[in-house]
């Protein structure tokens, strides 16, 4: 079992940055693959950012590539998006997920757990 819970979450401006965290529970961390999905209102929750779990091997959708950033820090069991030029279609809650599986993934049925979300609101 893992468990998951983001903050970091708030209000900015456009141009604006904000770092989002993700600390899980147990000693099993670094076995799992991390993700960053994001639900706006009346959409679909959709892919944002995956690491791998040790090899630090990233991907991003198009829409926040060259402007967010995941990171992981194994000691501290925790996942971090870095989100900078923030536009105010990036207004969603954020998620934050984990996969045992060894192929990184993009489909949300395929992560085993997720955190509670936290909003986060671009105002222009």
């Known amino acids: 079992q893992v468990q998951l819970v983001e903050s970091g979450g708030g209000l900015v401006q456009a141009g604006g940055s904000l770092r989002l965290s993700c600390a899980a529970s147990?000693?099993?961390?670094?076995?799992?693959?991390m993700a960053w999905f994001r639900q706006a209102p009346g959409k679909a929750r959709e892919f944002v950012a995956h690491?791998?779990?040790?090899?630090?091997?990233?991907y991003y959708a198009d829409s926040v590539k060259g402007r967010f950033t995941i990171s992981r820090d194994n000691a501290k069991n925790t996942v971090y998006l870095q989100m900078n030029s923030l536009k105010p279609e990036d207004t969603a809650v954020y998620y934050c997920?984990?996969?045992?599986?060894?192929?990184?993934?993009?489909?949300?049925?395929?992560?085993?757990?997720w955190g509670q979300g936290t909003q986060v609101t671009v105002s222009s």
């Open positions: 690491i791998a779990r040790s090899s630090g091997d990233t």
């Open positions: 997920a984990a996969t045992s599986q060894l192929v990184l993934t993009t489909i949300r049925g395929r992560y085993d757990y």
């Open positions: 147990g000693r099993t961390f670094s076995r799992y693959a």
